[in-house]
């Protein structure tokens, strides 16, 4: 599915990581771990198309659909959190079925709450309605930056369990965080940012 090879990258003349390799097939999880500050978000924006490499390179088979969910939330703030899916569905001309996105909002807590405006909404309810929004538009890869932070152990927890749903239907993902436990719970491999680190 994606094939990366001798990836590095710096900032202002400082070695963030390099050397690194990782190949990701369907129905596969990468977890990538580290500590803050070792590159990991670098290295998912990298893999996303979102910024360039110093070296190596990035092969993505074709027909292949990726979305990059991030810190950001990416949503329209005056727009409810039904109305942003229905637009970013109408984009990319993806959609899972109504029932497995019922199932999902219930997961997540967001059932009730779909007519709100992400305005209204709390730090956390606005990071599931971003997640919502990236698994509705049914990608084949999914790269998510952090996304068990801030959520209680519930979401988390139901978050999981979509996740896990979703890699047996030849979904896969890569997924950072600095709790090795969480994401190495649900990895078949893990990428420890820490090794590719200057020392």
């Known amino acids: 599915m994606i094939k990366a090879n001798n990836l590095s990258k710096s900032f202002n ?12 097939e369907k129905s596969t999880v990468l977890g990538v771990v580290g500590n803050n500050g070792s590159g990991k978000t670098t290295l998912l924006k ?10 190596g390179s990035i092969k993505l088979n074709e027909n292949i659909k990726l979305d990059f969910l991030g810190h950001e939330n990416m949503l329209y703030q005056n727009f409810s959190i039904s109305e942003n899916i229905d637009f970013f569905s109408d ?3 993806f959609r ?16 009730n709450i779909v007519k709100k405006k992400i305005s209204e ?3 956390g309810q606005r990071k599931k309605a971003s997640m919502l929004r990236s698994l509705t538009s049914a990608p084949d890869l999914l790269v998510l930056d952090e996304p068990f932070s801030n959520l ?6 139901s978050f999981i369990t979509i996740l896990k749903t979703l890699k047996k239907e030849n979904k896969s993902f890569i997924i950072s965080s600095n709790r ?13 940012m820490e090794d590719f680190n200057e020392s």
């Open 13 to 24: 003349g400082n070695r963030i990581f390099s050397g690194i390799d990782l190949s990701i």
């Open 46 to 55: 990298i893999i996303a198309g979102l910024i360039n490499s110093d070296t």
């Open 91 to 93: 984009i990319s001309g």
């Open 96 to 111: 899972i079925s109504s029932e497995s996105q019922d199932d999902i909002e219930l997961a997540l807590g967001l059932k």
């Open 121 to 123: 909404l709390s730090y």
């Open 152 to 157: 209680d152990s519930e979401s988390t927890d």
């Open 180 to 192: 090795k436990d969480i994401v190495g719970s649900i990895s078949d491999d893990l990428l420890n």
